[in-house]
């Protein structure tokens, strides 16, 4: 997600085609090609300039709705319902070939297998987000610095914090707590509950944390852990464009 301001300029975009199969987009003010996994101008009078990051979930809408109970949904335009991605577009897109491939049988890697990519503290770092999902808590680091990824209670979503507790030398270790099985079927009604219990713990202060990385008891209480940004990508694209990321191996 990017801020459409820059020096000065509110852009209005539309797509204008695909660039190795990543989102390319024209803004009518001036005409400049924009990379949409970038965010940087790549061609016109803005060639080298930058759109403004905005941090972001991907969220199921079951557990957005039970975090933002009063938030907004952006509704579709009667008119144009037709030109809108269908329910299966992901599974579809799963059968369509790729112009880049990157694939590594070894890792398990095929140009659209789904990623979690990083892209911090002067380093990329990719996730399999199958593994992410089956492992829960994955305890890692992006560079030198130590992060953790931690599934929510839809076994869907997908937040990364990094593994540091204000006033707590070193990274420490930390463990899943909530009772998985419990969500299947992740409803709404249990969603609701379950949005701020706590998921997991943490060993330094045994304080106990929900799944917006803030403690909700023990030594720690109230505060909460920096997140991280996280892109899910297919790989070929995340490759691409992050030609030398790491990729996290199950220990």
């Given amino acids: 997600m990017w801020r459409r301001e820059t020096g000065g300029l509110v852009l209005t975009f539309h797509l204008a085609g695909i660039n190795n199969q990543n989102f390319l987009m024209r803004d009518d003010q ?10 940087a101008a790549i061609s016109g009078p803005l060639k080298g300039r930058r759109l403004t ?5 991907e969220l199921s809408f079951a557990l957005w709705s039970a975090e933002e109970p009063g938030g907004t949904v952006l509704k579709d ?29 070894a890792r398990g890697l095929k140009p659209r297998t789904l990623m979690l990519g990083i892209q911090a503290f002067g380093a990329s770092r990719a ?19 130590p992060v953790l990824l931690l599934v929510g209670p839809d076994q869907q979503s997908v937040r990364a914090f990094r593994d540091r507790i204000p006033g707590v030398s070193g990274a420490p270790a930390f463990y899943r707590t ?3 099985k419990s969500s299947q079927p992740a409803n709404a009604t249990w969603l609701r509950q ?11 202060t045994q304080s106990q944390w929900d799944f917006q990385g803030c403690a909700v008891s023990g030594k720690a209480k109230g505060v909460c852990l920096k997140q ?24």
């Avoid at 990051?53 to 979930?57: E, G, K, L, R």
């Avoid at 037709?82 to 799963?94: F, G, I, L, T, V």
């Avoid at 379950?194 to 330094?204: C, L, N, Q, T, Y």
């Fill in 194 to 204: 379950a949005a701020f219990a706590p998921i997991m713990i943490d060993e330094a």
């Fill in 178 to 180: 909530l009772d998985d």
């Fill in 30 to 39: 001036t005409g400049s090609y924009w990379q949409q996994i970038t965010g």
């Fill in 77 to 105: 335009v009667a008119k144009y319902a037709s030109d809108y991605a269908p329910k299966n577009w992901e599974k579809d897109m799963q059968k369509e070939p790729t112009v880049l491939s990157f694939a590594d049988p």
């Fill in 228 to 251: 991280v940004q996280v892109l899910k990508d297919y790989w070929f694209d995340w490759r691409n464009y992050h030609p030398h990321t790491t990729v996290y191996v199950h220990r």
């Fill in 127 to 145: 996730f399999l987000y199958d593994e992410v999902v089956r492992e829960k808590l994955v305890l890692d680091s992006v560079g030198t610095e």
């Fill in 53 to 57: 990051f905005v941090p972001s979930d």
